[in-house]
T-cell receptor, first 114, second 112 residues
Framework: ETGVTQSPTHLIKTRGQQVTLRCSSQ?????VSWYQQALGQGPQFIFQ???????GRGNFPPRFSGLQFPNYSSELNVNALELDDSALYLC?????????????FGPGTRLTVT | KNEVEQSPQNLTAQEGEFITINCSYS?????LHWLQQHPGGGIVSLFM???GKKKHGRLIATINIQEKHSSLHITASHPRDSAVYIC??????????????FGQGTILTVHP
């Protein structure tokens, strides 16, 4: 077990609604990355936060936004939900970028948009 | 063509068999991760490597940077090894943070 937790574990929302997913990083980790994993696919990078600042973003629209708090926990917010947003959302914490530091993944939040 | 390609996509083995999963990538990288994902979603990091070979228990990972290729080997496979194995490459791409790009995963099923 990695010590990274996510909530909720499952969530059902309706198209057009907004959702907030939460991630509690492993103690001492100042970097968190968020990923979207569609069924049968590998994860896709959404964005990364380092010491409360967004310092990298993948090919996701602005309606995907995030926050990292002083205790290094973080949130992923998605506005105006679309059916294609249905996926497993994973966060991974580390002490630095994934080029040099092991990533510790949470169990994920499975979001279903109807 | 995806930046990271894994083969095979599905693999079935009998308990005790030696297993190899391959990962090829098309971009320059500075590190490669092998990850294991069990049903339900949780991902566990198995290896992070940038050259040569690493071993942990029955798992061995190798990488050839020049050939842009990595392999994950499982010796004496066991049904509990059944999972999805994912290769992910790290490329800073001129940025200060870099990002992981993932393969589509290899579904491994080991029968008793």
């Amino acid at each position: 077990e990695t010590g990274v937790t996510q909530s909720p574990t499952h969530l059902i929302k309706t198209r057009g609604q907004q959702v907030t997913l939460r991630c509690s990083s492993q103690s001492g980790h100042n970097t968190v990355s968020w990923y979207q994993q569609a069924l049968g696919q590998g994860p896709q990078f959404i964005f990364q936060y380092y010491r409360e600042e967004e310092n990298g973003r993948g090919n996701f629209p602005p309606r995907f936004s995030g926050l990292q708090f002083p205790n290094y926990s973080s949130e992923l917010n998605v506005n105006a939900l679309e059916l294609d947003d249905s996926a497993l959302y994973l966060c991974a914490s580390s002490t630095g970028p994934p080029g040099a530091y092991e990533q510790y993944f949470g169990p994920g939040t499975r979001l279903t948009v109807t | 063509k995806n930046e990271v390609e894994q083969s095979p996509q599905n693999l079935t083995a009998q308990e005790g068999e030696f297993i190899t999963i391959n990962c090829s990538y098309s971009v320059g990288i500075s590190a490669l991760h092998w990850l294991q994902q069990h049903p339900g979603g949780g991902i566990v990091s198995l290896f992070m490597l940038s050259s040569g070979k690493k071993k942990h228990g029955r798992l061995i990972a190798t990488i050839n940077i020049q050939e842009k290729h990595s392999s994950l080997h499982i010796t004496a496979s066991h049904p509990r090894d059944s999972a999805v194995y994912i290769c992910a490459v790290y490329n800073a791409g001129g940025t200060s943070y870099g990002k992981l790009t993932f393969g589509q995963g290899t579904i491994l099923t080991v029968h008793p």
